[in-house]
């Protein structure tokens, strides 16, 4: 199956890590890849490196995503692939104007990863996405949503009949094998710096939506018998880096609470730490939950989208509503003294495996 993926950018988040684990498992399985990306790449974040060679990647490299519209119909007139998927939202909508001319023979296909409505914080803006999506959406031969919570959010946008949409969870769960003991303990050296007994790890991009500071005042709230002997390290960058360390430097936390930036390879943390947080306001799915499930590390998350399906509604993990570092604080103590079964953690991620959710994207490919 010859299949082009379009995507706005190749930066570091969630939803470009899942294109790079399918194309990656597709190409494994005998389909032909290609990778069109709308945007300049930004060298700091760009994921470009992950990309397997086989993949061919064209960058049209508009400084926004509507001044690609004329590339972009140019390649896909001239390829005519079997396959178009496109994520995100207008991404989605400029790939499937851009799909018409071909559109009688190719399949296009659109994902979404986001509770949009989230997003859309004017009239106008929900207006748009709503009117808009319903027009092109209903165009392509199928929609993508990442979780339930993703799913009901467009119909409740848009007014897309529910059989229009398809949940497929992200496929994150890779099956990487644990490091070694000797690379766990220089891990621990490495990356942790100082011997303290509870590790407390979250990883996000540094915006609004992801709440760190609420995170940081759970921090600040916990009893100091576990307060004086923890470190909580954030991974991530983004525009609320400035906010975050005042407030960090304003609660005394400077040698508590790190921020090394964003990583591309975040799994010897989750290997090293104790306990993974969560503190989102919405997550259309939650790739983060299932990469620290995977290695079997505990789980308190904010009770929101994906995450909550993830965990089914606590389940596989402590679940908090939103906003309250009071609640969060509480449930980061418990899920410390409390033993885990890391078994059943791992054994749920498996559910989000690359083969699982890449074999559930060719069969819906062919079904539609």
């Given at each position: ?353 690359v083969s699982k959710i890449g074999d559930k994207y060719i069969k819906y490919f062919k079904a539609n």
């Amino acid at each position: 199956m010859r299949i082009c993926i379009v995507l706005p950018s190749l930066m570091g988040g969630g939803a470009e890590i899942l294109y790079i684990n399918l194309i990656k498992y597709w190409i494994s399985k005998g389909h032909s890849l290609d990778l069109i990306v709308l945007t300049d790449l930004d060298d700091e974040t760009s994921i470009r490196d992950r990309l397997p060679s086989e993949c061919d990647v064209v960058e049209i490299g508009a400084k926004r995503i509507a001044t690609s519209i004329f590339s972009l119909i140019k390649i896909l007139f001239q390829k005519k692939y079997e396959i178009v998927l496109t994520a995100m939202w207008p991404a989605t909508i400029v790939t499937v104007i851009c799909s018409l001319p071909v559109i009688h023979k190719t399949k296009v296909f659109v994902s979404e990863h986001t509770i949009v409505s989230n997003y859309q914080n004017s009239f106008t803006s929900r207006k748009l996405h709503s009117i808009t999506s319903y027009i092109f959406y209903n165009m392509i031969n199928g929609i993508i949503a990442v979780s339930n919570a993703v799913r009901d959010d467009i119909i409740n946008a848009t007014r897309i009949k529910e059989e229009k949409i398809e949940v497929i969870y992200n496929a994150v769960a890779s099956g990487r094998s644990k490091p070694s003991k000797e690379q766990i303990e220089h891990y621990l050296k490495d990356l942790w710096k100082e011997d303290v007994k509870y590790k407390l790890l979250s990883v996000g991009s540094l915006k609004q939506e992801k709440d760190f500071i609420t995170l940081i005042n759970a921090f600040n709230l916990l009893p100091i018998n576990i307060k004086d002997n923890c470190i909580l390290i954030i991974l991530g960058e983004g525009p609320e880096r400035k906010n975050l360390e005042s407030l960090i430097h304003q609660r005394g936390l400077d040698k508590k609470i790190f921020l090394p930036g964003f990583k591309l390879d975040p799994y010897p943390w989750y290997c090293t730490a104790d306990l993974f947080v969560l503190s989102s306001k919405f997550e259309g799915f939650g790739n983060v939950i299932v990469e620290a499930m995977e290695v079997g590390l505990p789980i308190v998350s904010t009770s929101t989208g994906g995450p909550s399906e993830i965990l089914q509604e606590g389940v596989f993990g402590s679940l908090v509503q939103i906003n309250d570092p009071n609640k969060l604080s509480l449930s980061i103590q418990d899920m410390l003294n409390i033993k885990h079964d890391t078994n059943k953690l791992i054994k749920r991620a498996k559910d989000f495996s690359v083969s699982k959710i890449g074999d559930k994207y060719i069969k819906y490919f062919k079904a539609n």
